[in-house]
């Protein structure tokens, strides 16, 4: 690698509002036996950076320091046992910590290549949105081919994701989102049925399409028991946030009833050796999607990384569409 011995990272201390975030001077640390160091292009921004900046997502043991969870650019320098990367090798990566900073460790089996046809700027919006909705819908969730999907958020960086990752797979998709306009890129997307939350009520709506077979929940709160009166029995119910809160009261009989599977998740604190897994089915089977140019990142606005605050003021007004990416 380069003589490069300083980077910068963002940290949010004391915790807060956009304005605590602030760039930090670090020395470049080297990779472990089994990691990599990625000089980053790019960084992608996510709705987990925002609930850590305000105190309520602590970084697990071991993580880098710093907010970030995504990059891609070039592998700079390779730990001992590392058999797969290069110096040189163009990729994006999952971190657990550290993504906002021009250069971050990560380990080998989070790392992936950066897809055929897919600006390595860009790239930067694949790995978080990725590896959980393939965790959730396609592994939790067992979501099949002519199976009707219905995702809330449909815009969001995880809406866009998995508008196309279900479409690519061969399900009927249903997403509902806050405006036409977002409804109107939820079609572009591949949604084949897109209802508007403010306007209509998505429980009549989806019922009226058949029911749906899995469900992707961002919302928490109130949706949950609408959520369960539109599943189809055998349905599959995955939670992965709670934007309207954790704590909900349900009512269990149509759970039996039709048999259904409430579920959840977090992807953060996996194992090292969960995500690599994870990794490998996903180059297996979601990189050729997007080489068949069945999908891609969808990418809402670039900010520099010393002006991250405004990126983070734009996640907290939550007008965006798709991934917000952070330059170094």
Not at 45 to 54: K, L, S
Not at 182 to 206: P, S, T
Not at 259 to 276: D, I
């Amino acid at each position: 690698m380069s003589q490069q011995k300083t980077c910068q990272i963002v940290t949010a201390q004391p915790p807060g509002g956009p304005e605590v975030l602030k760039l930090e001077t670090r020395e470049v640390s080297l990779p472990g036996a089994h990691e990599v160091l990625i000089k980053n292009i790019a960084c992608g921004v996510n709705r987990p950076d925002q609930i850590e900046r305000m105190g309520f997502y602590p970084a697990p043991a071991g993580a880098p320091e710093g907010l970030g969870l995504e990059v891609s650019g070039h592998v700079v320098a390779v730990g001992s046992q590392v058999s797969t990367l290069n110096e040189g090798d163009e990729v994006c990566a999952l971190v657990s910590g550290g993504g906002y900073s021009d250069y971050v460790i990560a380990p080998e089996g989070s790392v992936l290549p950066c897809p055929k046809g897919v600006d390595l700027r860009d790239a930067a919006g694949l790995p978080e949105t990725v590896f959980t909705v393939w965790a959730n819908v396609f592994e939790a969730g067992q979501l099949l081919r002519d199976e009707t999907f219905l995702v809330h958020g449909g815009t969001s960086g995880i809406g866009t994701t998995a508008i196309q990752m279900a479409k690519a797979a061969g399900a009927t998709v249903i997403a509902t989102a806050g405006s036409d306009e977002k409804c109107e890129l939820c079609r572009q997307l591949g949604a084949d049925h897109a209802i508007n939350y403010r306007e209509q009520d998505f429980e009549v709506e989806a019922k009226a399409l058949g029911g749906v077979d899995v469900l992707l929940d961002m919302v928490g709160g109130d949706y949950v028991q609408k959520n369960i009166s539109v599943m189809k029995p055998g349905g599959r119910l995955i939670s992965i946030a709670f934007l309207q809160g954790s704590k909900v009261e349900i009512d269990l009989l149509p759970v039996m009833l039709k048999r259904l599977v409430l579920t959840g998740s977090t992807l953060r604190a996996r194992p090292v050796e969960e995500k690599a897994r994870l990794a490998a089915a996903i180059k297996a089977s979601v990189w050729p999607w997007i080489e068949a140019g069945l999908m891609k990142p969808v990418i809402d606005s670039v900010y520099a990384l010393e002006d991250v605050h405004l990126a983070h003021q734009r996640l907290d007004v939550g007008g965006h569409s798709g991934k917000m990416l952070l330059i170094p």
